[in-house]
């Protein structure tokens, strides 16, 4: 305590292991949502073909298609130098290897962002809301599309 002021420190106790932050990315179908999910978690660039959505999606059919039809959570994480810790895995890993690869995230940080990934497309609103409602996210990200901005399902 200072002049009034208290100073809470924020670094995560290391017993109760790393902070993690939920975060909900939202948004217009086509928006960008899992190719920005994609290159966080990654640190790599999309390819322009859909290279970084692509480690994103669970389902054949939204490879097929290009569009998350369910949500996915996804994480990436920062050691204690607030350096990121990212997720070196394709999208065609089996849940072993996910899982894998999650845990050795979570070991090598200090603090974690899972990104909650939410279909666009009204057709999955209602699973769209579910996310939101049901996951308990810390935040919410909305994305808008460059070319189309803000449109009626973001609104």
């Not at 920005?36 to 999309?46: A, C, N, R």
């Not at 049901?134 to 973001?154: E, H, L, Q, V």
Request: one cysteine or more; aromatic letters at 6%.
């Amino acid at each position: 305590v200072n002049n009034n002021m208290v100073v809470v420190d924020t670094l995560p106790d290391p017993a109760r292991g790393p902070l993690d932050v939920r975060v909900a990315v939202i948004g217009n179908v086509d928006s960008g949502k899992s190719t920005m999910i994609g290159i966080l978690t990654s640190g790599k660039l999309d390819d322009g073909r859909g290279s970084a959505r692509s480690r994103i999606f669970r389902h054949d059919h939204e490879r097929e298609n290009g569009r998350t039809s369910c949500l996915s959570q996804h994480i990436m994480g920062f050691n204690e130098k607030f350096d990121p810790v990212h997720q070196p895995i394709s999208g065609n890993a089996s849940s072993k290897q996910k899982t894998r690869a999650w845990q050795a995230v979570v070991k090598n940080s200090s603090s974690v962002i899972t990104f909650i990934d939410l279909a666009g497309h009204e057709k999955y609103l209602k699973t769209t809301i579910s996310g939101l409602t049901g996951c308990f996210p810390d935040f919410a990200m909305i994305i808008c599309g460059a070319n189309m901005g803000a449109s009626k399902m973001t609104k």
